[in-house]
């Protein structure tokens, strides 16, 4: 989809919701509908609701990023501001006698939004900015070719960095040195940054779900835990394999094929149309039937894309329907507290048909 159509998909949204222009301050979406990646911007869109042109849009930013917005944004009228690029968006809305102004308070704050009305005439201030929540960000729920494109390669980086960490994971190796290991060769790869900070949490530090790699020395008997992910084009990547070290204790392969199943139940229930609350209560009856739910204290997934987590969420009674080019993550697992933790998680396409794992790496018990 070029950035014009999603300019004008956003203005037809921007004009359904009631207001002239949309006034967009999230860095994602900004990049999503100029291309522009710089970290001060703001982005005015007029909806077409007045009779201008729907999609028209006018990029604010500061000197720093004069040659790269020309260069990324280009046919887009830049504006560059000595300040703020939400306040000079809104100054030049002033001027441009506009009155109704739609903007995203779930990535505004309190403060910004004194700013922003400030910046304004004041016999405009109090109705110019009506919340429209977080349109533009829904409208990235669903991929288009080129993204996917991107992030097939983001999760094909990440399957490979899974592979090698495999070969690297030892007892007595810390967990910090398996992350450094893993985000020094996924820099080499090509990756621009990791998606979040790598959770490597050995038994029992298993047990937390977002166990951060620590100076803590793998076991030599025990799980390992490896959440991870990749930025590469912009996009990001997002998952996770359980291993053990040794031979698995009592009720430790248990969990982990209980996890397994309620994984593999949950990918095998992800089509469009299905409800995000359908596709939770897979993974979630499973380990109701084994008698685990009761650890398994998160949602069972979320979108992914610009942002490490985007909607739609996958959890309890969700009723948001998955739409065919969403790519969400699944990742079910148990955490009891002392003893061990097992997550599993994989990025899947959404289509008509079902589900596309993007990240094939074995889920199969390994034990190192
Ligand atoms: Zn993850
Ligand atoms: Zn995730």
Known sequence: MSLILRRKRAAAAAKAAGVESLLVTHLPDVRWLSGFTGSN????????????????????TDGRYTAQAKAEAAGMKVVIARKSAAIAASEWMGEARIRRCGFDEGNTTVADLANMRKALPAAVRRKMFEPVGFLVAKLRWVKDAEEIKRMRAAAALGCRLFEGALKTMQPGMTEAAVAAELEYAAR????????????????????????????????????????????????????????????????????????????????????AGVTAGEVDEAARGVLRRAGLDKWFTHSTGHGVGLEIHEGPRLAAKQTQALEAGMVITIEPGIYMPGKFGVRIEDMVLVTAKGGEILTPSTKAWIEL
Do not use: W
């Open 41 to 60: 911007a703001a982005l005015v869109l007029d909806s077409g609701r007045k009779g201008g042109t729907a999609g028209r849009a006018v990029l604010f």
């Open 188 to 271: 080499l790869a090509g990756a621009e940054a990791m998606s979040f900070p790598t959770i490597v949490a050995s038994c029992p530090r298993s047990a937390l779900p977002h166990g951060r790699a620590t100076r803590a020395k793998l076991p030599r008997r025990g799980f390992v835990t490896l959440d991870f992910g990749v930025v590469l084009d912009g996009y990001c990547s997002d998952m996770t394999r359980t291993v053990h070290l040794g031979q698995a204790r009592a009720g430790e392969r248990n969990a982990y094929d209980a996890v397994l199943e309620a994984q593999e139940t949950a990918v095998a229930a992800v089509r």
